[in-house]
């Protein structure tokens, strides 16, 4: 069965520090692959999705960068972290164009 | 561009009331739709969703939704509301063909269930 591994679960990291979270899938093959953020009372805003290695589709401009170096992998980063970047960043995986399946996702506070 | 409504972002329910939470799509054709639940620091679970076949979609918990292409809404309702049922619930939507790589949700609805 697959299943998705997002790390850490919590991170606190000072202003202007770099960032970067990992995300994994297993049991699968060329999943699509997305970032989202939630931010209190602000819903489930779309960062970044991908159909295949080094494909990195953006929706919204933004101190983030997403990278896929390998088929079943999705990294979210920064370079110097603002404190408007703080929230909670879920990642997820389809297997083609129908539901999504999320990881547990990591709580980011920037201090 | 695909996207959607949640008409309010908290409903609150007694236990054992009827539960209903409204979503409502904007796509140039019929899309997929979903709805997700989310409890408190967790990811998002699967409650339903929509692909072309029945209108009327039943899912996980008790839950149900209906298609409705002419009022492009896409609303979740359950008969009897349960007190584990309090979370947050978001709807979900994707094109079929075009820019079907993107899957958009709402800004969410909190559920309360009041004894």
């Known amino acids: 069965s697959q299943t998705i591994h997002q790390w850490p679960a919590t991170l606190v990291q000072p202003v202007g520090s770099p960032l970067s979270l990992e995300c994994t899938v297993e049991?699968?093959?060329?999943?699509?692959l997305y970032w989202y953020r939630q931010a209190a009372g602000r819903g489930l805003q779309l960062l970044f999705y991908?159909?295949?290695?080094?494909?990195i589709s953006s929706e919204v401009p933004q101190n983030l960068s997403a990278s896929r170096p390998q088929d079943r992998q999705f990294i979210l980063s920064s370079k110097k972290l603002l404190l408007s970047d703080s929230g909670f960043y879920l990642c997820?995986?389809?297997?083609?164009?129908?539901?999504?399946?999320f990881g547990q996702g990591t709580r980011l506070t920037v201090v | 561009a695909q996207s959607v409504t949640q008409l309010g972002s908290h409903v609150s329910v007694s236990e054992g009331a009827l539960v209903l939470l409204r979503c409502n799509y904007s796509?140039?054709?019929?899309?997929?739709l979903f709805w997700y639940v989310q409890y408190p620091n967790q990811g998002l679970q699967l409650l339903l969703k929509?692909?072309?076949?029945?209108?009327l979609v039943k899912g996980i918990n008790g839950f149900e939704a209906e298609f409705k292409k002419s009022e492009t809404s896409f609303h979740l309702t359950k008969p009897s509301a349960h007190m584990s049922d309090a979370a947050e619930y978001f709807c979900?939507?994707?094109?079929?063909?075009?820019?079907?790589?993107?899957?958009?949700f709402g800004q969410g609805t909190r559920l309360t269930i009041n004894p």
């Open positions: 991908s159909v295949g290695i080094g494909q």
């Open positions: 796509s140039s054709v019929p899309p997929y």
């Open positions: 049991g699968t093959s060329n999943p699509n």
């Open positions: 997820a995986w389809r297997p083609g164009f129908t539901e999504a399946f």
């Open positions: 929509y692909t072309s076949a029945a209108t």
């Open positions: 979900a939507v994707s094109d079929r063909w075009q820019g079907a790589q993107k899957l958009v």
